[in-house]
């Protein structure tokens, strides 16, 4: 019993070595210490700092500084800048690109002026030194990203900038870095200025033309393989931050590029971009915050004033750089306060590149110990007072967004948001869903509902049975997503009736089906013309034949014909594509009339939304398949049509899924019948069209009136 004792005590020991231990306490942290400091309104991001203060070697040394911890530390700096990459809309990034070389060339070149002046002159430090301390200042590490990213602002035209800014940045500070030292090694010369920018174009090629092409291709090959396209992000991940090391540049530009790499291959409502979240949400950069609070030594404070001088100067200009050059990005861009505070607070904390910069200066000798023990305390202010900022302004975006009385009309018809998918072919429900949950409304908290329509017959029960247990597996990628899915198997007489009663059951929105082949899906199932389920559901209905994987469309075609944006579903359609664009990060191509277009540019303007399609003027309406010279197999095709007795509705527009699939048939194609009025649509009783009557008997009228006539004239 005694040894049992000793044993138990020995595991103890501080600091701890037993690694299933170690562990133990981190995941304890990580679950804890946001939830006690959410009582006092105090970020969870502090929370794991402080909690790193506490139990690290400068605190009661319950862990040391060892390379699992450096391991999970580094995993963990390279999953924000990785996450920050894939979750930047490049479409947004590429509209704004110069507002960001003008914030990166502000929160780069400010800080920068005033630190050089600041130790030189009044800290005394020689030029070496003050250069190599004051380009630390301009650096600035995305520890506040997760907060933004959690509370849905990342898409914010500000926090675009400040995350397009921080590559910018960083790669400036690293190359001034690898400069300074090569200055104070005596090795700058032009074999190092050749050798860096050989090594920089080779990694840029690899990663921007080679690892595209190798993703596409795993991901289709594996497409079933959900959990290796996980293990493949992260191994390209990793692999990118080793080739940007042996670049000569830190290894978060690499990660950071990978991001921006895989950015259109991994869309942002997809279960691949949830596991990358989660893992990185719940443990990774978790891990690495609290080495960040590891690294702190509070006991500086007593090593005399002259520590606490220079720290208290570090810390001062640091804020204050970054401070006016959010300000002057707000005057220049002419941005509200809360998205200069947003700036200001992503901007300012210093935390991996700024200790990677001082400690090899201080191994250099080129930075004395209170540089050091200042720069230390200047992580610990600025991580606690940049995410304050940061949470702060961020609620206020959102408030201010959900506030505005469109919002709140939007918000509220799009939280009840429904989207029905009925199928005949259970076997090809997949990429249906998937398009399902790229274009669903975020805020709805309505499932997508999954139907299946079996004929009332003596096998219906048995029928019934299979389809529900086939349904199964898409629940499961729906909840990959942490979206819901609900599957619903009715018994009707004819199908397209069944469809049409449940469509009214479950106020849908939006009715997804598959794409109606000859002698297919639809019409054997219907048993009658396709133009039946038109007649009978007059909200907004996607045709859809998703042949290939949505990483294989390289852009978006959408025509449009003439008066469609007269239709009651323009707005809900246009919103929909919108978001599947953002989602696949890919450009839109719109033929259509100008008047069409003048009503897209009028909605994303009253809507505050950033969508710049390219547009191309288109007429010949009757002849539109001419439109195939401009379109490759690399497009997704979306094709906007209408009813009949629309206002919209032209000759032309009848059979055009058959038209679409004999010339573009390896495409991926959408056909939208957008929402209309009641008043249009053909009556109905108990499922039984009576537009077929009325014809019939308009006809005999019209024979017994022709008769009455004939023998009038005899």
């Known amino acids: 019993m005694n040894d049992f004792f000793k044993h138990f005590a020995h595991e103890f020991h501080l600091p701890l070595h037993n690694p299933v231990l170690i562990f133990s306490l981190i995941l304890f942290i990580i679950l804890l210490s946001p939830l006690l400091l959410k009582k006092l309104n105090i970020p969870g991001i502090i929370g794991l700092i402080i909690a790193g203060v506490i139990i690290g070697p400068h605190g009661f040394n319950v862990l040391e500084k060892n390379s699992a911890v450096d391991l999970f530390s580094t995993i963990g700096l390279l999953y924000i800048m990785f996450i920050a990459g894939l979750e930047l809309d490049i479409n947004e990034f590429k509209a704004n690109q110069n507002k960001s070389f003008l914030f990166g060339f502000l929160t780069f070149i400010v800080p920068l002026g005033i630190g050089f002046p600041v130790c030189h002159y009044l800290l005394g430090y020689d030029f070496n030194a003050s250069f190599l301390t004051a380009s630390m200042f301009s650096t600035h590490t995305l520890v506040a990203y997760p907060i933004v990213s959690k509370l849905g602002i990342a898409k914010n035209q500000a926090v675009a900038?400040?995350?397009?800014?921080?590559?910018?940045?960083?790669?400036?500070v690293l190359i001034i870095f690898a400069i300074i030292m090569g200055n104070h090694a005596g090795t700058l010369n032009a074999d190092f200025w050749i050798r860096l920018l050989v090594s920089l174009t080779i990694?840029?090629?690899?990663?921007?033309?080679?690892?595209?092409?190798?993703?596409?291709?795993?991901?289709?090959?594996?497409?079933s393989e959900k959990h290796s396209h996980y293990i493949f992000v992260l191994a390209v991940v990793f692999f990118a931050a080793f080739l940007a090391e042996v670049a000569g540049v830190e290894p978060i530009i690499g990660a950071f590029v990978a991001g921006l790499a895989l950015n259109k291959l991994i869309p942002h409502s997809s279960a691949l971009m949830n596991r990358i979240e989660f893992m990185g949400n719940s443990l990774f950069i978790p891990f690495f915050l609290i080495s960040v609070g590891m690294v702190v030594d509070v006991s500086v404070i007593t090593h005399g004033p002259a520590a606490l001088i220079v720290a208290g100067t570090l810390i001062a200009v640091a804020l204050s750089g970054k401070w006016l050059a959010a300000l002057l990005t707000q005057l220049i861009l002419k941005y509200s306060k809360?998205?200069?505070?947003?700036?200001?607070?992503?901007?300012?904390?210093?935390?991996?590149?700024?200790?990677?910069?001082?400690?090899?200066?201080f191994k250099a000798n080129i930075i004395d110990e209170n540089i050091l023990n200042g720069t230390i305390l200047l992580i610990l202010a600025t991580c606690v007072f940049?995410?304050?900022?940061?949470?702060?302004?961020?609620?206020?975006?959102?408030?201010?967004?959900?506030?505005?009385?469109?919002?709140?009309?939007?918000?509220?018809s799009m939280n009840s948001e429904q989207i029905l998918i009925p199928t005949a072919n259970v076997e090809t429900v997949d990429r249906i869903l998937d398009l399902a949950l790229l274009i669903k409304d975020k805020k709805s908290s309505n499932p997508i509902t999954i139907l299946t329509v079996v004929?009332?017959?003596e096998t219906a029960e048995k029928n019934i049975i299979l389809s529900k247990n086939k349904l199964e597996a898409y629940i499961q990628q729906a909840s990959a997503t942490e979206n819901k899915v609900n599957t619903l198997t009715t018994i009707d007489h004819n199908v397209s009736s069944g469809i049409s009663r449940i469509t009214r059951e479950v106020l849908a929105d939006y009715v997804i089906l598959g794409w109606p082949h000859k002698n297919g899906i639809l019409e054997s199932l219907i048993s009658d013309k396709f133009e039946n389920?038109?007649?009978?559901?007059n909200k907004n209905i996607f045709i859809t034949h998703l042949a290939t994987p949505f990483v294989y469309n390289k852009r978006i075609v959408l025509i449009i014909p003439a008066l469609e944006e007269l239709e009651t579903g323009f707005s809900a359609w246009l919103k929909k594509i919108i978001y599947?664009?953002?989602?696949?990060?890919?450009?839109?191509?719109?033929?259509?009339?100008?008047?069409?277009?003048?009503?897209?540019?009028?909605?994303?303007?009253?809507?505050?939304?950033?969508?710049?399609?390219?547009?191309?003027?288109?007429?010949?309406?009757?002849?539109?398949?001419?439109?195939?010279?401009?379109i490759t197999k690399t497009d997704l095709l979306v094709f906007v049509s209408?009813?009949?007795?629309?206002?919209?509705?032209?000759?032309?527009?009848?059979?055009?899924?058959?038209?679409?699939?004999?010339?573009?048939?390896a495409n991926n194609k959408i056909i939208i019948y957008p929402e209309q009025n009641n008043t249009h649509l053909e009556n109905e009783y108990d499922g039984i069209p009576l537009a077929p009557i009325a014809k019939g008997i308009e006809t005999s009228i019209g024979k017994g009136i022709d008769l009455i006539f004939k023998k009038k004239k005899d």
């Not at 809360?338 to 200066?361: C, D, K, N, V």
């Not at 009813?643 to 679409?660: H, Q």
């Open 642 to 665: 209408s009813r009949k007795g629309s206002l919209s509705y032209n000759p032309f527009l009848e059979n055009i899924p058959y038209k679409l699939e004999k010339y573009f048939e």
């Open 580 to 630: 599947l664009s953002q989602e696949l990060t890919i450009p839109v191509l719109i033929f259509g009339t100008n008047k069409t277009y003048e009503a897209i540019q009028e909605y994303c303007a009253s809507h505050k939304i950033n969508f710049i399609p390219a547009f191309k003027e288109f007429l010949n309406w009757e002849d539109f398949l001419i439109l195939s010279r401009n």
């Open 533 to 537: 389920i038109l007649s009978k559901i």
């Open 455 to 457: 004929p009332n017959d």
């Open 161 to 172: 900038i400040t995350v397009g800014a921080t590559v910018l940045t960083d790669t400036a």
């Open 386 to 412: 940049a995410t304050i900022a940061t949470e702060k302004a961020a609620k206020k975006i959102l408030l201010n967004k959900e506030m505005t009385e469109e919002a709140i009309l939007e918000s509220s």
């Open 203 to 223: 990694f840029s090629a690899i990663m921007f033309l080679l690892i595209p092409r190798i993703a596409k291709w795993f991901f289709r090959v594996l497409e």
């Open 338 to 361: 809360e998205q200069r505070q947003l700036i200001f607070g992503l901007s300012s904390s210093h935390a991996a590149a700024t200790l990677a910069i001082i400690l090899i200066g």
